[in-house]
């Protein structure tokens, strides 16, 4: 069993950057690859970005690639999205995950996550 907790989320203008972090109980979150998701309304969740075990591999939606960077801190159970020239459309609930899928790269399949944060409301204003 593994809790996730997001934070950072928040107003920002078109433009702006903002960190989210995802930390997570227990002491075995080396052994999970990570996972960051989003969801607005209306529309269906949709893969942002997924970081491996160690950090060695990751991957990006196409929306995001070149803006935003997934990265965690395994001696601080955390990961991080670090998101840059935001854009109204990055509007939405983003909600890290935990997997114990060991395969590389990382999947960009929500079926392939075990456990799941609440949420952290993100809003772009134009």
């Known amino acids: 069993q593994v809790q996730l907790l997001e934070s950072g989320g928040g107003l920002v203008q078109a433009g702006a950057s903002l960190r989210l972090s995802c930390a997570a109980s227990?002491?075995?979150?080396?052994?999970?690859?990570m996972g960051w998701f989003r969801q607005a309304p209306g529309k269906e969740r949709e893969f942002v970005a997924a970081?491996?075990?160690?950090?060695?591999?990751?991957r990006y939606g196409d929306s995001v690639k070149g803006r935003f960077t997934i990265s965690r801190d395994n001696a601080k159970n955390t990961v991080y999205l670090q998101m840059n020239s935001l854009k109204p459309e990055d509007t939405a609930v983003y909600s890290c995950?935990?997997?114990?899928?060991?395969?590389?790269?990382?999947?960009?399949?929500?079926?392939?996550?075990?456990?799941w944060g609440q949420g952290t409301q993100v809003t772009v204003s134009s």
């Open positions: 970081i491996s075990r160690t950090g060695g591999s990751t």
């Open positions: 227990g002491r075995t979150f080396s052994t999970y690859a």
């Open positions: 995950a935990a997997s114990t899928r060991i395969a590389l790269p990382p999947s960009t399949g929500a079926g392939s996550y075990d456990w």
